[in-house]
């Protein structure tokens, strides 16, 4: 193994890096810049633990998200996942009787699915990310669209509902407590297991984790299983939130989810990144849209300064990595293989 893969899975077990760092302290002077100058952003810490529900679900699918992400990968059909997957819950407790939350686990059980299937398509068939999951995006709204009929299901047990509006005592949202905990296997996942490493290893240069002896196909599969499960769990809990489903609920997930991870600090390229960004990024980015909001912006002007944001976190992480171009990061791979296979030779 080079020693730049291995420094690199050193600096994987510790949560931040200067990346995220910095990222932290942006999110604290945003949330006191949006504090003094936006009336009723934090009247109080109840209230503001509050707007964590309008936003924890993207946090959910960008947990997800940057797993497939550091293999390389992208996955666009997050969206219709989440949403075929809320349906599919939905329809099984209004029309067979199901108890809710065996629906609910049957629903994340089909996000896995769906996951799995992406993944056999890249892998099996050796289709681009991009171009496969595109594709199954439309086929799994069109699936979404036809189970939920003319009207959407509505009108969920209270129970139910508390997942995506309750809190703990009235001040802790049950959205915060089940991110949390996700984040935390998440990042314990990525950054203290061997699935974890491998992950990032398929990313930086996965012609060497092939020669390695690693089941590359395996593990990128894995990664669109996760991913599919998250998205899924999303929907389900955006569903609770809205205590209604709709085929395209999930539409609002993909751009926001893209930036998160991406401002985060996984590399779009594969290979590089942390959890612990992920999360900050999650924060930083939900706080300022929710300002936003409340300021009295547009839902077209947030998504605007999200897609700027993207945008600007993209160029700025491939200037300061050094990988400007395309042919950049194809001659930085090759460099990198041969020096692995002429470290393989000298052992």
Known sequence: MSNSVTARRSRSRF?????????LVLFVLQVLASSFSIPGFFDSFSSWLGLTENFLPFGIVALGLSV??????????????????????????????????IAVMIGVALGALVGLINGLIITRFNTEPLIATLATSFIYRSVGTALAGESPPSGFPDSFNALGQGAIGGLIPYQLILFSILAVLFALL??????????????????????SGLRVGRIVTSAYVISGAMAALAGIVLA???????????????????????LGGISIFGGEGSIGGVVIAVL???FLRQGM???????????????????AAITIRNLLSGRGTGMALLVRRFRNLGRDKLTEATK
């Open 284 to 286: 930083l980015l939900g």
């Open 293 to 311: 909001l409340i300021a009295g912006f547009s839902d077209m002007v947030t998504t605007m300064v999200t897609g700027a944001i993207l945008l």
């Open 15 to 23: 949560p931040l890096g200067g990346w995220e760092s910095s990222l």
């Open 190 to 211: 990525m950054s203290r297991s061997a699935y974890g490493r491998k992950i990032v290893m398929v990313g930086y240069n996965g012609d060497a984790a092939r020669y």
């Open 240 to 262: 609770a939130y809205y205590s209604a489903v709709r085929p395209d609920m999930g539409d609002i997930l993909l751009l926001t989810t893209i930036t998160t991870v991406v």
């Open 68 to 101: 497939v992400i550091l293999t390389g990968g992208i996955d666009l059909s997050v969206g219709s996942t989440a949403g075929l997957g809320a349906i599919v819950m939905a329809e099984l407790w209004l029309h067979l009787g199901m108890p809710i939350w």
